[in-house]
């Protein structure tokens, strides 16, 4: 294999847009800061841009104990992690409390999606597990992400659905948080049981589903019917479209842009 890692990026917030880094440290559950916050209703249900795409144009930026908030509209909103916060009840998979990180966060993030949310935090990522279901076991330690902690597919991937879509498609419909470019099949990525990124060790856990989040412009919010219409016709197995693959790191370490991948 003759790849590199080409694009990283960690979600500091479920939905929110993606924060693009040169290098990140990753542990067992993921990129250091990957999804630890999350926008939920009065309930505690979880609130995600497949109902509010406006969260795509908001942004997280990792700051010295905590998040800065920022959106176009809004402007920005220091957040700090709210260690001795009320803990709340939230219905995410896996997990039933979280820690709520105040008022001023809620009154943001609820001008945000137009109804009343809060901005939760996730304390520990060893309170929520890995589903069988997904290719883990609860063992395995997750933050806020839908199934594994690392999402990975190529560039050759990507150009492929590309051209079956018939328009150039923005890596950021898909969310992943790292990208690997060199001279690689498309998909060649669904056959890597055991890889490494630099220095991380990694193991393969399912092929990525889709939703409707990847048929939202990330820029203008507009939703269109690629590239679901194309992966449905191409890469639909086990009732699901997938592209790219969920992924679990077996050690510890600092992943780079321009780092070789083996495996």
């Known amino acids: ?13 479920k939905s929110f847009a993606g924060h693009v880094v040169e290098a990140f440290d990753v542990g067992v559950d993921g990129p250091v800061g990957d999804r630890r916050w999350m926008v939920v209703d009065e309930r505690g249900d979880t609130l995600t841009a497949r109902k509010f795409p406006q969260m795509l144009g908001a942004h997280a930026e990792p700051v010295g104990g905590g998040l800065r908030l920022v959106s176009p509209a809004l402007g920005a ?5 709210p260690v001795d916060g009320p803990v709340v009840a939230v219905t995410a998979s896996r997990l039933d ?6 008022d001023d966060a809620a009154a943001w993030c609820s001008e945000l999606v137009g109804r009343r949310a ?3 935090w996730l304390d ?8 069988e279901k997904h290719g883990g076991t609860s063992a395995d330690p ?3 992400v839908d199934t594994a902690p690392l999402h990975v597919f190529s ?13 150039l498609l923005d890596v950021r419909r898909f969310r992943p948080n790292v990208v690997v470019d060199g001279e690689l ?3 060649a990525e669904d056959g890597w049981d055991r890889f490494s990124l630099g220095p991380v060790d990694v193991r393969f856990a399912e092929h990525t589903g889709r939703c409707v989040m990847t048929t939202v412009d990330p820029d203008t919010y507009a939703k269109g019917k690629e590239p679901l219409r194309a992966l449905a016709r191409h890469r639909r197995w086990d009732g699901e479209v997938r592209f790219g693959i969920q992924a679990v790191p077996l050690s510890a370490g600092r992943v780079s842009v321009g780092d070789p991948v083996t495996g």
């Open 118 to 120: 809060r901005l939760v």
């Open 124 to 131: 520990d990522t060893a309170r929520r597990g890995m589903s």
């Open 97 to 102: 409390t979280a820690t709520d990180a105040g």
């Open 1 to 13: 294999m003759h790849a590199v890692v080409s694009r990283l990026t960690v979600y500091p917030v």
């Open 155 to 167: 560039t050759a991937s990507l150009r492929e659905v590309s051209a079956w879509a018939e328009q």
């Open 185 to 187: 099949e498309p998909f």
């Open 77 to 81: 909103l220091d957040v700090a992690e």
């Open 142 to 144: 997750i933050s806020l």
